[in-house]
Each structure stands twice: as structure tokens, then as C-alpha cells.
């Protein structure tokens, strides 16, 4: 089975998380990736990570979308890092409101994402391949489903040719998000994000803080195997593998996996679909 696949990647703090990182990339490019993204950091905490990653990765020979962040951030410093990014040969972004830091008193000259993607275009034209955030189970901090929804419409109206979920473990919520999309008149690809489980306190963690619902039936199974990691990853594989499954027989445009900066449980998920 052809399906386009890709990776998201974080900046590493130390040399040698940097070193693993590059073992790991090069293990999962063996799935020829369409392409590999590397997250942001608000208020300059990793962008110049998040860079120099993307500049490895395009030296790697793959394609690299970088992470872009708007969040307390002024028109002049966004059109910098473009004109940085644009002379190191990067061709795609995630555009992304992000999360204000702590300590930061406003959120800068764009308030949302779709004041992003709109500036971007205006100063970039069609230099830059946008995708920009999905969220099938609906952004925390929205006001309802359906104010979520149309700020969903007015980021791709405003220029995006793409989109990536938060991940999700219940495959309904994405095709209904999708559908209700269409209906808005969307119709860019929105491409599911898929998170492997492998921690089940790290997973929980995540989970509470980005709205994704862990449904209740895998919570209690994940806290049933206590520190048993051997049957977290065996059910964890086992899961998102169906998950997988559900998605690509129902035709969506690829899956981004969300590393986590490993390897071995993406490998093994798509071992087993014969990606």
C-alpha cells in the first residue's frame, strides 16, 4: 500500500540528543517520508534549534517543513526568519498561532493563525507550501465545536494548502471533522496525526494538556499494565496499528507520525501495515 507518510521531529537541547536524533531520522527515512517536520518554540526558546534541525534534515537529502510560530512575535521578525528560511531552500511550513510563554503580557501583532498564513502569503506569494493545525476533537481553548470550525475555514481561506490533526485515537471524530469541514467549503487535504503509544504517563500528560481524548476504554487497559512497558507497547502497537489501518482503507491523504523523536514503534506500526 502507497500512502504518503511523514514525520515530526523536536530540536534537541544537547549534542548528544542531536546525535540520537540523526540515528533516529535516518532509520525512519528507510519509510521515504514525503516529508519531516521540526516543531517551534514560542518566544525564541528553540527556534534557532528548530532551524538548524530543518537545515539538517534538507542536507539529509529529505524534504523539511519547519514549524512557525507567531505568538508574541512582530511582522519584521517574521519576515526575517521567511527570508532565512526561503535562502535555506526549506519550501514547506506549519503555520501555528502557538501557546504564549509565561511572561509574555500580549500576544504580539498576530493574534491568530490565520492572520499568519494570510501574511505569509502576502509577502511569500506561493513560495511556501502552509499546513496548518487541525483538531478533530476541538481545540481547548475554543468557544464551541462550531466557532472551532470555522476558525479552521478562515486559516485555510486565508491561504493554506494543507492541514495536520492533533492526533485522536477515535477515528469518528476525524471523519466527522473532515466532513464538517467540506461542508464549510474546505477541501485542502487534512492529514491525520497519528501519536504511537509507548509511555502511558507521558501519553496522559500530553493528552490533558492538548484536548486529545484518550478514550476510556484505552486509559484503563494503559493503567491496568502499571510499569509493565513490554504490554504498554505491545497494546500500544497493537492500537495504533488499527487506527492506522481504519484511516488508510478509508482513503485519507497520508499520515504524520509524531516521533517523539524515536523510532522503533512508528517502524514496526508501518511493518505492519506494508507501508
Known sequence: MTLPISFEFFPTKTEEGAAKLRLVRQELYA???EFCSVTFGAGGSTQSGTFAAVGEILAEGVDAASHFSCV????????????????????????LRGDLPSGYGAAGEFHYASDLVEFIRAETGDAF???????????PQAKSAEADLQAFATKVKAGANSAITQYF????????????????GVDVPVVPGIMPISNSTQLMRFSD???AEIPRWIRLRLQ?????TA??????LDVITDLCDQLSMAGVPGIHFYSMNQSAATLEICRRLHF
Open 231 to 236: 504490554s504498554i507497547k505491545s497494546f500500544g
Open 224 to 228: 491496568g499494565f502499571g510499569d509493565d
Open 31 to 33: 519509510l521515504k517520508p
Open 169 to 184: 485515537f477515535n477515528s469518528d471524530a476525524y471523519f466527522r471533522f473532515v466532513d464538517d469541514a467540506f461542508a464549510l
Open 72 to 95: 508574541g512575535a512582530t511582522k519584521s521578525l517574521v519576515r526575517e526568519q521567511l527570508a532565512t528560511l526561503r535562502a535555506m531552500g526549506v519550501k514547506r511550513l506549519v503555520a
Open 209 to 211: 494538556a492538548c484536548g
Open 129 to 139: 507550501h502552509i499546513e496548518v493545525a487541525a483538531y478533530p476533537e476541538i481545540h
